[in-house]
């Protein structure tokens, strides 16, 4: 059993960044792939990041490519989204997401835990 808790959402202005942490408790955390994943309202969950047990492999979605960076820590069971220039269009609450090794990283079925979310806003 795998619990994640996000922080570090916010209100900021576009152009700013933040940094969302994910936060996972369990021994596990190393072997498990992260990601976050992101809902509008009025929209569906979309994919955002993710990152391979290692770091080694990460991916993105084209909509945030270049802006936004997954990385982790496992010593301290913690995801991290680093998230730069910010638009008003990445307004969403942002979860994140872990799963055992395999799969499409871009699907969200094929990820076990969830967390309960974090609020990004993102004012133009």
């Known amino acids: 059993q795998v619990q994640l808790v996000e922080s570090g959402g916010g209100l900021v202005q576009a152009g700013d960044s933040l940094r969302l942490a994910c936060a996972a408790s369990?021994?596990?955390?190393?072997?498990?792939?992260m990601a976050w994943f992101r809902q509008a309202p009025g929209k569906e969950r979309e994919f955002v990041a993710a990152?391979?047990?290692?770091?080694?492999?990460?991916v993105y979605a084209d909509s945030v490519k270049g802006r936004f960076t997954i990385s982790r820590d496992n010593a301290k069971n913690t995801v991290y989204l680093q998230m730069n220039s910010l638009k008003p269009e990445d307004t969403a609450v942002y979860y994140c997401?872990?799963?055992?090794?395999?799969?499409?990283?871009?699907?969200?079925?094929?990820?076990?835990?969830w967390g309960q979310g974090t609020q990004v806003t993102v004012s133009s």
């Open positions: 369990g021994r596990t955390f190393s072997t498990y792939a």
């Open positions: 990152i391979n047990w290692s770091g080694g492999i990460t």
């Open positions: 997401a872990a799963g055992r090794p395999g799969g499409n990283y871009y699907l969200s079925h094929r990820y076990d835990y």
